[in-house]
T-cell receptor, first 112, second 113 residues
Framework: SQQGEEDPQALSIQEGENATMNCSYK?????LQWYRQNSGRGLVHLIL?????REKHSGRLRVTLDTSKKSSSLLITASRAADTASYFC????????????FGKGTTLSVSS | DAGVIQSPRHEVTEMGQEVTLRCKLI?????LFWYRQTMMRGLELLIY????????DSGMPEDRFSAKMPNASFSTLKIQPSEPRDSAVYFC???????????FGSGTRLTVV
């Protein structure tokens, strides 16, 4: 069963615009992670945010976590055509010893 | 490091045949995960191992599915007999103690006709 649910399911923007994807989850977590999947490829880890963190940055990526609302958001700033992919959030109940549970993803299309 | 390596990349087989998917972990990683991805159900966790020991196989659809980890660097997922509804992309991923996320392989696209 899905622990995380991404919103929206699909997002289309122009190059240079920002893209925001949201994730909601159901149970308490140790950390939440975001992954990217290009068509026909495996998933690539983007960023991990722990339950005691509220915000994290990595390059053009900004992730927030609100444990009281059981939600997270991924912001991609100044998007590029190469950012076109599916983005998944995944939750870990513990750091080690349990597996990640993935949502169904947000499909992002960035047109030039 | 070449990353997580899966083979074969594509497999087409007839219903009833045995299928074996292979995965080589990243050196030093101690956790191994098998996922299945379909349009309808998304990414489903099938089974995972910590230090070569199966921890949770509750996601394995039925007894037709089995997974082994004979050593610290290699795992197989076997489907016997295969059915058309098993058609999906199967991913393995590895990590070290769950830190820094998972590294995924490129997947095996299985088609059962």
């Amino acid at each position: 069963s899905q622990q995380g649910e991404e919103d929206p399911q699909a997002l289309s923007i122009q190059e240079g615009e920002n893209a925001t994807m949201n994730c909601s989850y159901k149970t308490s977590i140790n950390n939440l992670q975001w992954y990217r999947q290009n068509s026909g490829r495996g998933l690539v880890h983007l960023i991990l945010i722990r339950s005691n963190e509220r915000e994290k940055h990595s390059g053009r990526l900004r992730v927030t976590l609100d444990t009281s609302k059981k939600s997270s958001s991924l912001l991609i700033t100044a998007s590029r055509a190469a950012d076109t992919a599916s983005y998944f959030c995944a939750t870990a109940l513990n750091q080690a010893g349990t597996a990640l549970i993935f949502g169904k993803g947000t499909t992002l299309s960035v047109s030039s | 490091d070449a990353g997580v390596i899966q083979s074969p990349r594509h497999e087409v087989t007839e219903m009833g045949q045995e299928v074996t998917l292979r995965c080589k972990l990243i050196s030093g990683h101690n956790s191994l995960f098998w996922y299945r991805q379909t349009m309808m159900r998304g990414l489903e966790l099938l089974i995972y191992f910590n230090n070569n020991v199966p921890i949770d196989d509750s996601g394995m659809p039925e007894d037709r599915f089995s997974a082994k980890m004979p050593n610290a660097s290699f795992s197989t997922l076997k489907i016997q007999p295969s059915e058309p509804r098993d058609s999906a992309v199967y991913f393995c991923a590895s990590s070290y103690l769950g830190r820094d996320g998972y590294t995924f392989g490129s997947g095996t696209r299985l088609t059962v006709v």
